[in-house]
């Protein structure tokens, strides 16, 4: 009976999916529903509209017309739930993989099971379809009631994205697309960097809009909301119509190009296409605007009477200079967490008086009431500050401690602690880059976790491609890496684990710096090797590490990527290797500015990683042929490639061998509505 309820609700919603979209041509509807993607777009409208984080569909992850069953989960706040929960969409994976697979090898076997599951592919189903099944098996946790959040959420922003989007000349519904990314959330954050509702990636959102260690406009919805419109007619202007548009939102236009030069239009596209990177999260992005888009236009339909969020009242203030975050508030007589509310492009520094509110930054403030405030001009010049506040780094070396280091550059040891969430001990290590406190600043600690063991094998999460692809852009190619070789077993997992740092119960001490093992700080060493004259010109020497790109050191260095590419003799489309030795122009940029920029872009992805998620276990796991950090990172793991490094600090990343052991990190969401919080689970390999 359970299993006929399931084909009961699809044929609803299926029904109530032609009630609004009455058979149209393309030319004349925006965002046609394709009668090949109908099962698609169904199956998503169940999960945001019926199924809630509770449960999950175990599904076929091409068919998705094709659901096994429905299983219950434990609610987030239940304790252990994440572990359970991964337990128990691992065990029914299993046991609908166990039916398949007596099904390839006996099509007409007569358990109740077998039957039951034969009956869902039709007369037709043969051994080779129930073998292939076996590897289609996934499990999707139910949305229900975080879209329902998000609704209530997007009363505060949608009708400005509408205005937005319709003054850029393109379809004011796109305004539903960040139901599908972050589920209206600002705070959201992917693993692979993508923040805010619109869900940019770093290196996209710098084409549109200031992405810095002091600002992040990619948090504030409506300039998102803007950059969205731009990079959707600049994809609709290469692509031609609106469901590739949206496709490669996700997936990237030069890829979606790719596809269409193979296979034509979208159904095709759909279909037949088999890029490497275009998986499941690509195939079904527009499926899911689709159901997205129908779910919130009929929203009453679904979740009956919602009151959602008012749009915000606010009035704005163009600074003239530079100012500190608490000298503003003081001034406008405003709480500083309504002010840091408000302002969501802002980071963390600002606030803590690390930085100051740039130069130009357009101050969001509550509006005034009836009865009079602090009016918006005459804002004294003294408040005003001619230049930034410099970032302040060091970093360690051999001989060094966190007193001698904190004695050098004047400041309070409990302070150097605190500002790189260093162990009890204190602990520092050679290469560690660390950040020396500003005066004044409001040294806080952030909210540490007890350090992950290793368990059981953790439930893989698939990546959810809502990152967007800079394909498009060529000096932004990421580090290469370098498939294994075989070699003796390197050092056993025992080895590996006592590099998990362990915080012992004594009072913070001075340690001795030494070479390895993962440590709060950035490992990375942002400083140059050295500096030579070439030409007569200075030039630094730096060697690459993981997440930089030549088009970084271009911005570092404020030149263009292809004089660095002249300068090192880099073919146009070569990628950079890991610990590639590169040569930096510095005829226009300081020494001290370039590594300042650097520091302040692996720090950032440290902060924003951190403030968004937490290690909660280790797996111990053994490198197989083929595998690569790369290919480990984003297509086994699912992890950001700093982070495999933090928790390997003795392995060389770029020449990994077969059979040498890594500790490979669990990441758990810290954010509720975070493009991982609504992950798209996947039954791991039994």
């Known amino acids: 009976m359970h299993h006929k309820r399931i084909r009961l609700w699809i044929t609803v919603f299926s029904v109530l999916l032609g009630l609004s979209h009455s058979p149209v041509h393309a030319a004349e509807e925006p965002f046609p529903l394709y009668p090949v993607i109908d099962p698609n777009v169904t199956f998503w409208t169940t999960i945001y509209a019926r199924y809630s984080t509770t449960q999950a569909v175990v599904h076929d992850s091409v068919h998705l017309d094709i659901v096994y069953e429905v299983i219950d989960l434990k609610p987030a706040d239940h304790p252990g739930a994440r572990k359970i ?5 691992k065990k029914a994976g299993q046991k609908v993989e166990s039916v398949l697979k007596r099904l390839a090898a006996d099509p007409l076997a007569e358990d109740a099971d077998c039957r039951r599951v034969a009956a869902l592919f039709g007369p037709g ?4 379809t129930f073998s292939h099944a076996r590897h289609r098996v996934r499990c999707q946790i139910g949305q229900r009631d975080r879209f329902q959040a998000g609704l209530i959420r997007s009363g505060a922003y949608i009708d400005r994205m509408r205005a937005i989007l319709i003054s850029n000349g393109v379809p004011e519904d796109l305004a539903y697309l960040p139901h599908v990314e972050s589920s209206f959330n600002t705070n959201a954050y992917s693993k692979f960097g993508a923040a805010g509702m619109w869900q940019f990636t770093r290196s996209t959102g710098k084409r549109f809009m200031t992405v810095d260690y002091v600002l992040d406009e990619r948090r504030d919805p409506l300039a998102a909301a803007q950059a969205a419109a731009r990079l959707l007619k600049d994809n609709h202007d290469r692509l031609g119509s609106w469901p590739l548009a949206i496709t490669a939102y996700n997936h990237g236009a030069a890829g979606m190009q790719r596809a269409k030069a193979a296979h034509g239009d979208y159904p095709e596209i759909f279909r037949s296409y088999k890029g490497r990177t275009f998986k499941f999260a690509s195939r079904n992005f527009y499926s899911e605007f689709l159901a997205a888009r129908h779910v919130a236009s009929n929203y009453q339909r679904y979740f009956g009477p919602l009151t959602l969020n008012a749009p915000i009242r606010s009035r704005t203030v163009s600074l003239d200079g530079f100012a500190a975050f608490t000298d503003l508030c003081r001034h406008f007589e405003v709480s500083p967490k309504v002010v840091r509310t408000m302002n969501p492009a802002l980071r963390p520094p600002v606030f803590s008086g690390q930085k100051y509110v740039p130069k130009g930054y357009v101050l969001n403030l509550p509006a005034l009431p009836e009865s009079g405030g602090i009016s918006l001009a005459d804002i004294p010049s003294n408040l005003f500050k001619t230049t930034q506040k410099p970032s302040r780094f060091y970093t360690v070396e051999r001989g060094d401690t966190a007193g001698k280091i904190a004695r050098m550059h004047r400041v309070k040891l ?19 880059t660390l950040r020396i406190p500003q005066a004044g600043e409001s040294v806080r600690s952030e909210k540490k976790t007890k350090p992950p063991t290793p368990r059981d094998p953790v439930v893989l999460v698939e990546a959810k491609d809502s990152a967007i692809t800079t394909s498009a852009i060529p000096e932004s190619i990421p580090v290469e890496s370098t498939a294994v070789r075989y070699r003796r077993p390197g050092p056993s997992p025992a080895d590996l684990l006592a590099m998990a740092e362990i915080e012992p119960d004594t009072a913070p001490e001075e340690t001795i710096a030494h070479e390895s093992g993962p440590h709060p700080g950035i490992r990375t060493d942002v400083g140059f090797d050295r500096i030579v004259q070439v030409q007569q010109q200075p030039v630094g020497i730096v060697q690459v590490e993981v997440e930089e790109t030549l088009g970084h050191y271009a911005e570092w260095a404020g030149v263009r990527a292809s004089r660095i590419r002249r300068l090192n003799n880099l073919p146009f489309g070569q990628p950079l290797l890991l610990h590639q030795t590169i040569k930096i122009p510095l005829d226009d940029v300081s020494a001290e500015d370039f590594e300042a920029r650097r520091y302040e872009f692996h720090k950032r992805l440290h902060e924003d990683f951190f403030a968004a998620y937490r ?3 280790l797996q111990r796991y053994r490198v197989q042929p083929g595998d690569s950090y790369w290919t480990l990172c984003r297509e086994k793991f699912d992890l950001p490639l700093w982070l495999l490094r933090h928790y390997n600090t003795g392995v060389n990343l770029a020449e990994l061998e077969v059979h040498q052991p890594l500790m490979i990190p669990a990441i758990e969401s810290l954010i509720e509505n975070s493009p991982e919080a609504a992950a798209r689970e996947t039954i791991p390999e039994a």
Not at 85 to 89: G, L, Q, S, T, V
């Open 85 to 89: 929960n991964r337990r128990r969409m």
């Open 125 to 128: 189903a043969v051994a080779r």
């Open 414 to 432: 409990n302070d150097l602690i605190l500002a790189n969430n260093m162990d009890r001990r204190a602990t520092v290590y050679v290469r560690q």
């Open 615 to 617: 290690v909660g276990e």
